[in-house]
Each structure stands twice: as C-alpha cells, then as structure tokens.
C-alpha cells in the first residue's frame, strides 16, 4: 500500500486551493529502506553503501483508470556488499537529498547481499489514487 506524504499531500492541497502552484519534479527517483518511512519519508533510514544508489523511475505518460504504473526496468547497481533487508520503499524529487513523494511497502522483504541486485520489471510499480 502507497501513501502520499506530507509533503505531498501539502503540496496537493495548496495547488488545489489556488494558493501555490505544484511544480512536478523533472524525474522521480526510488530509494529502499528496511521498515516503514511513514508519511514524513524520514521515520527509518535509506539504506546506503555497498554500491546501493537511489534509481530513476519512468512512469507511463498519464495515469489511467486511476493507476500509473512503471514503463521500463527498475535495476539497482549490483551490491559490493551487504545492504540488509529491504522493506519498503519512497519515491523521491531527486537523485540525492530532496523531498518525499510517496512512501509504501514492497510486496515481498528482499534481503540484499554481496552480489544481488535488486530489480523491479514493467508494471511492477503501480501507483493508484482511490
């Protein structure tokens, strides 16, 4: 399950209400993390090292049907080391640092080891607005 965080769902609201203007980031970017970041994106740490960066994510042209769903692999660089157990996941504004989009739980816990890499096919990413 993904949810909006607060950044975003502040964002929405403002844009909605006519009292700031939503610019929409020039690419959105997935970072992996062991336990729930909860809505603040902040509430357990990305994991980082061992070759770990976050990925670039290229979404279909316009959600459908209420869903938006990844156009092309998800491949994260092959790991020099052990990064541990990967959980869940938040879609970021930018490659390093940057602003919380979304936050959600991957479907099945992945434990990262020297020479795994992680990937995530077509349509594996979906996004869906109720």
């Known amino acids: 399950m993904a949810a909006l965080s607060d950044y975003a769902e502040l964002a929405v609201l403002n844009a909605i209400a006519g009292r700031a203007n939503f610019t929409a980031p020039a690419a959105v970017y997935i970072a992996l993390g062991g336990g729930d970041f909860t ?4 509430a357990v740490a990305e994991i980082s090292g061992n ?42 504004d ?13 479907t099945a816990a992945k434990t990262i080891t020297t020479n795994d ?4 096919q077509i349509g594996d990413l979906t996004l869906t607005a109720n």
């Open 51 to 92: 070759g770990y960066a976050r990925q670039q994510v290229v979404f279909g042209t316009n959600a459908a049907n209420g869903q938006i769903s990844n156009t092309s692999e998800i491949t994260f660089p092959v790991a020099t080391g052990t990064q541990g157990a990967v959980t869940h996941y938040k879609l970021m």
């Open 117 to 120: 890499q992680l990937r995530i």
């Open 94 to 106: 930018a490659a390093t640092g940057g602003n919380c989009l979304i936050v959600g739980e991957l």
């Open 39 to 42: 809505d603040t994106g902040t």
